[in-house]
């Protein structure tokens, strides 16, 4: 897991991703990758600090992950581990940093039987991949879906998830139950995107985007 988020990181080159950086070859005693440094805050904290975000704020965010998820899908890699946590704000260029690669499964890795393990936090976690049934880009497309409910609500799509049986009882929670300035159309996407079934969630990265451009 270790080695292949360092494998995975040298081969990716967007600004909205961490960069990881060259090391000398033989030049390491011990196991560890040097990443590139970015002053600023998860996203995590801040929504911890704040409670929520605006709806601008939150759609400007969210914009940027959709970009980059929308580039690592078209490199055959999907991300599995989308969470506000691994989320960097970065102060001196307003910009989002996404991070960790050791739960990414690439094409050519799944093809041969390789598998990623099982996430720590559940409650941004496609209800598939907690199966550990067959995953595919709309898993990252449901943890993006359940960062924005969570930047405009503080809470999660389906309450505190702890495993997938969680989704057979639970129904979706509009967001305007949280948040009443949460327009209908916003509502909306936010119910597709987190969609139980991975088929009523948008098909990609781009589709989701192109439903919010609007604001």
Not at 25 to 37: E, H, M
Not at 120 to 129: D, I, S
Not at 157 to 163: C, F
Not at 175 to 187: D, R, V
Request: charged share 25%; hydrophobic share 35%.
């Amino acid at each position: 897991m270790y080695l292949r988020e360092e494998w995975v990181g040298k081969r990716l080159d967007n600004s909205y991703l961490v960069k990881v950086l060259p090391l000398k070859p033989k030049g390491r005693s011990q196991l560890y990758y040097v990443l590139g440094y970015h002053k600023g805050t998860s996203l995590s904290k801040r929504i911890r600090r704040k409670g929520s975000l605006s709806i601008k704020e939150s759609l400007y965010v969210i914009k940027q992950l959709l970009d980059c998820v929308q580039y690592l899908h078209s490199k055959g890699i999907i991300h599995k581990d989308i969470k506000a946590s691994n989320i960097l704000i970065d102060k001196e260029n307003k910009r989002l940093i996404l991070t960790n690669f050791g739960q990414c499964t690439m094409d050519h890795i799944r093809a041969n039987g390789g598998r990623s393990p099982s996430p720590a936090n559940r409650n941004y976690t496609a209800p598939e991949h907690l199966e550990e049934g067959k995953t595919d880009k709309r898993a990252d497309i449901y943890s993006v879906g359940a960062i924005l409910y969570k930047m405009l609500t503080g809470n999660y799509p389906y309450g505190r998830i702890s495993s997938a049986s969680d989704f057979l009882h639970r129904d979706f929670i509009p967001p305007e139950n949280y948040n009443s300035e949460i327009p209908e159309w916003l509502s909306g996407v936010l119910r597709k995107a987190c969609a139980v079934q991975p088929q009523a969630r948008f098909r990609d990265a781009a589709a989701f985007t192109r439903e919010i451009n609007h604001y």
